[in-house]
């Protein structure tokens, strides 16, 4: 970036907002860096899924009175230069932006022209969108040797390919449920939007997602010419449901971001989250494996709840009463909103099994036709579902079965509940280092035998 004076002149690389502006390959300018007044502070939005990074950095500027010049180049940059822009962080009678120009014979610059009533400071914000940075999250997530608590350490890596280095940036990322690419796909078949522009809509509106302004994302509509009226309203509307999940989450503190790095941001860890333990039997989801979760909310009666949590990767560990930690298991997780649930899942656990066994099975009721042919019978089977529990705590379980056919339960030992058609399903409790059976008869009609 070049600032200059009509007496006194400042040169040094598009470095500034270079930021990410930069591609893969870094702007290369013979400058003297030192002359170049340093960042106040640099700001970086980065929107993952679209390949997108809001930057805003602020420069405390000396100007002479008169017209003060500050040029800023991106060549060799992934930086859009129709999305440049400079403001006065505080509006003053003194000083105002008279225009912007591209000089001739010089590609990829623009100067700013600012009017200073007189010699004086004032500090401006710079910002632009580019692309090259991305980010990812990933959680360590350790219980205590009861399996009551859990102590929570988010981090999240941000992986800068932008071609410029951050000092001290902040940093926000956009998470949550954003579906830009469905949104503008369904406004090009109502034809609200021209097909050809959907890329170019799905990027303006991208960038109002993480200015959060309502108005710009509505204003972005407008580039349509079809959308008109009732048209517009109804657009309005799709992208609002596009973006109702969406959140900006800030990572704590300041870091630097070097260009071609990755580099590790930890949050602050959040202790002793209340969890609760529970297993489930699902041979619809599970084949014949118990699963094991630790459940809890993302509230205030969890110490979380502040803000929505990222999706990504959770490596699920447990104290094992030695002095040590046992791995529990390594899982995806999906963006969690504010009030909703955690379901870790850690995988099998072999110290909860469970059998099936038919005790009895018949074919009775049969049904003839006039040829002496059978046309129907009532099939009945005596079953038992038998848990074993090697842990040393009662352990809560849900269990799920799944029949086909007209069929209906008689003789049950514990209740239950019927999900749907083909469904039953039991929540039980299971005592330390015992077993518990679950015994039923299962009746299916058939043939004539069925309900009608």
């Not at 410029?164 to 902040?170: I, K, P, Q, T, V």
């Not at 109002?208 to 509505?218: H, I, K, L, N, Q």
């Not at 609760?276 to 979380?304: C, I, M, Q, T, W």
């Not at 469904?423 to 330390?432: R, S």
Request: hydrophobic letters at 40%; a negative charge; aromatic letters at 10%.
């Amino acid at each position: 970036m070049k600032f200059a004076r009509s007496r006194r002149h400042w040169t040094a690389a598009a470095a500034a907002l270079a930021l990410l502006l930069a591609a893969p390959v870094a702007l290369q300018a013979k400058i003297d860096l030192v002359t170049l007044p340093a960042r106040d502070e640099t700001q970086v939005t980065i929107y993952k899924s679209e390949d997108l990074t809001l930057v805003r950095e602020t420069r405390s500027l000396t100007f002479d009175e008169g017209k003060n010049e500050i040029q800023f180049s991106w060549a060799n940059t992934l930086i859009d230069p129709t999305s440049l822009q400079i403001r006065l962080v505080k509006p003053s009678p003194d000083f105002r932006i008279l225009d912007a120009h591209y000089p001739a014979n010089t590609a990829n610059t623009i100067v700013w022209t600012i009017e200073a009533a007189r010699e004086g400071q004032a500090q401006v914000e710079i910002t632009c969108f580019a692309s090259g940075l991305t980010w990812q999250a990933d959680y360590k997530a350790i219980a205590n040797a009861d399996e009551t608590y859990l102590r929570l350490e988010p981090n999240f890596t941000i992986f800068n390919r932008s071609g410029e280095s951050f000092e001290n940036a902040r940093t926000r990322l956009v998470v949550g449920e954003i579906n830009l690419t469905e949104a503008v796909a369904d406004l090009a078949r109502r034809g609200i939007i021209p097909v050809e522009k959907a890329a170019e809509t799905r990027r303006q509106l991208g960038r109002a997602v993480m200015e959060r302004s309502d108005m710009v994302m509505f204003d972005a509509m407008s580039m349509a010419p079809a959308a008109a009226g009732a048209f517009l309203a109804e657009a309005k509307e799709i992208v609002k449901a596009a973006v109702s999940e969406y959140y900006l989450y800030s990572i704590a503190g300041t870091e630097d971001l070097e260009d071609g790095w990755g580099k590790q941001l930890p949050d602050p860890r959040i202790d002793e989250i209340p969890i609760d333990v529970s297993y489930e039997f699902d041979p619809a989801k599970y084949g014949d494996r118990v699963v094991k979760f630790y459940k809890f909310k993302n509230n205030s009666e969890h110490k979380l709840g502040e803000q929505p949590m990222p999706e990504g990767v959770f490596y699920v560990a447990s104290d094992d009463g030695k002095g040590g930690t046992r791995f529990q298991s390594r899982t995806q997780h999906k963006y969690v909103p504010i009030g909703e649930d955690y379901e870790l899942n850690l995988g099998s656990d072999g110290l909860v099994l469970v059998e099936l066994r038919t005790m009895r099975a018949e074919r009775r009721d049969l049904d003839f036709d006039s040829a002496g042919d059978v046309r129907g019978w009532i099939d009945l089977a005596d079953r038992e579902i038998e848990i074993r529990n090697s842990t040393t705590r009662t352990i809560p379980i849900k269990v799920r079965q799944y029949f086909q056919g007209d069929w209906s339960f008689d003789k049950a030992n514990t209740t239950y509940k019927r999900v749907d058609q083909s469904t039953i399903e039991w929540e039980i409790d299971v005592p330390p280092l015992d077993k518990t059976t679950l015994s039923f008869t299962l009746l299916t009609r058939q043939g004539s035998r069925a309900s009608r």
